[in-house]
């Protein structure tokens, strides 16, 4: 079946630790999104990557770095100076400019 | 740039009555407009879009919106609302819309709670 997977689908990160995301697609999509979902803020975009080896910055960039080395995998990291981390995670996928394939989602709480 | 504005964070119907989910969009170029459906803890799962065909969409569930450029809406409805559609739904803009430039991201709206009632 194909899909986008993302693990874990808990985290815990103890202060001053980075924690990273996983996401793995097999849709064959060029484009692939992290976003970041608050309670009543709807997703907001961390980074994006339109192609393997190319990625850019979104609205809330700071305090996160990203990679895209393979097509298929687009990982989040979530370093220590993004001081308010708790939130739920979720990547998605995109073949041009239409629907976006979204993953079931991480839940990161900051112990 | 583009915006969406979701109309009341939380809707309650009965259950069988009309569902209407209110979506307003700003873009500078024509939309491409989306309506996404999540349950807790999950991920988004696309209910219906408008790419510039037929303004008015059919979805999955029984759900169809209506593209209104005049009015810049996209509003979500629903006939006859189940008990298995209260979840959270999110409109969303697709930046670059149907001139496919830009960061090809998606705008979305801050999601209205439905809650259908026995």
Known sequence: ??????????????????????????????????????PGQGLRLIYYSQIVNDFQK???????SVSREK????????????????????CASSMGPGEQFFGPGTRLTVL | ????????????????????????????VPPYLFWYVQYPNQGLQLLLKY???????????????????SETSFHLTKPSAHMSDAAEYFCAVSEGGAQDTGRRALTFGSGTRLQVQP
């Open chain 1, 71 to 90: 097509k298929e995998s687009f990982p989040l990291t979530v370093t220590s100076a993004q001081k308010n981390p708790t939130a739920f995670y979720l």
């Open chain 2, 1 to 28: 740039a583009q915006s969406v504005t979701q109309l009341g964070s939380h809707v309650s119907v009965s259950e069988g009555a009309l569902v209407l989910l209110r979506c307003n969009y700003s873009s500078s």
């Open chain 1, 1 to 38: 079946d194909g899909g986008i997977t993302q693990s874990p689908k808990y985290l815990f990160r103890k202060e001053g630790q980075n924690v990273t995301l996983s996401c793995e697609q097999n849709l064959n999509h060029d484009a692939m999104y992290w976003y970041r979902q608050d």
């Open chain 1, 58 to 64: 979104g609205d809330i960039a700071e305090g996160y």
């Open chain 2, 51 to 69: 790419t510039s065909a037929a303004t008015l969409v059919k979805g999955i569930n029984g759900f169809e919106a209506e593209f209104k450029k």
